[in-house]
């Protein structure tokens, strides 16, 4: 029977980040996810490491953690940064205000406006005529179905960190873990089941609100390939992320879209745009809130993407070469950390941004195992 110090169920970017922080201490790890690789969200989101937006307090100090770590592990292990910074055009007067607020608050300090024609040497697709053109220095954006299985296979290589692939766990009776392969002994686990909540009891899902979040993601080929140099958001990303609708300002926006974008509000959408290595952009997305996930994508949530697109980024000739989705566990607080036994603990991000904040939250969940 294989023996490890701590062994991690799933080999999402939770998963990962706490196979590392258990490794760098020196511990056996062996990871066990049960596909044949990592299928969820973190290999179907924008790869988008964000803070800015992100809600204020030790939720954006995990973003700002996190993002570091990405930083310096992307070097490690050869992951491609594919490009940093994030510009946001505001054009309605609305939205000029929250972005002022934001620039007074501590996660604005490190922010700045830019002119228009710092813009576009940035974003040369950006339309022009926004009131205020925010840029945000912290983010970068990797190719999250590529990030993935470098950061495993980098994990193993450095830290001799074992991969179980195809494998479900059974049982935890520890020191013995029981899967579908056989056992295998481990002193401590640590589970990231991500929006498979079958793996929480049903009185912690109701006292944490949790639901699943189901949304809806496009690739774009456009024209040219040089057409983003950063990420890119919107109005609608003013008033959607928490970071920016915790302030008083946010209301006045929030009002105006809902009259103005009734059915893009209604099926939450916000507009994140970023570019890949070949040019091609993921972009999205829509928000579907449900007790499972939603198997079929609507084409006009798409349709709504497009416009929020269109309406920031002049890209005429793009086209749509990907379609997809991905859901994860949602919730009012950003994360939820159950601990069943001194020795176990299961973790999941809550709010979509294990990849901007997994790396902090699984330090987090193996100092707090480890009673540190």
Sequence with gaps: MKQYDLAVMGAGIVGLAAAYAAAKRGLQVAVIEKNSQCLSASMRGFGFVSVTGQRAGSHWQRAMQSRDIWSKLSQRADI????????????????????????????????RLLDEEQALQIVPAVRTGAQRYLWSPHELRVESHTAIPQLAAWLTEEYQVAFHYSTTVCAVDLPHIHTSTGSLEARYFVGCPGHDLSQLPKEVIDKAEVRICTAQMLRLKPEAEDTLNAAVMSDLSLARYEGFTALPEAKALEQRLDEEMEASRDAGIHLIAARSANGSLVVGNSHVYSHAEVPFSREHYDQLVLEAFDAVLDLPKRRVIERWSGSYASAPEPVLAWQPSTDSIIGVVTGGTGTSTGFAFGEELVSRLLNE
Excluded: Q, S
């Design 80 to 111: 491609k940064v594919l490009h940093t910074g994030l510009l946001i055009p505001a054009y309605r007067p609305e939205a000029a205000a929250v972005v002022d607020a934001f620039l007074e608050t501590e996660m604005g300090e490190m922010c």
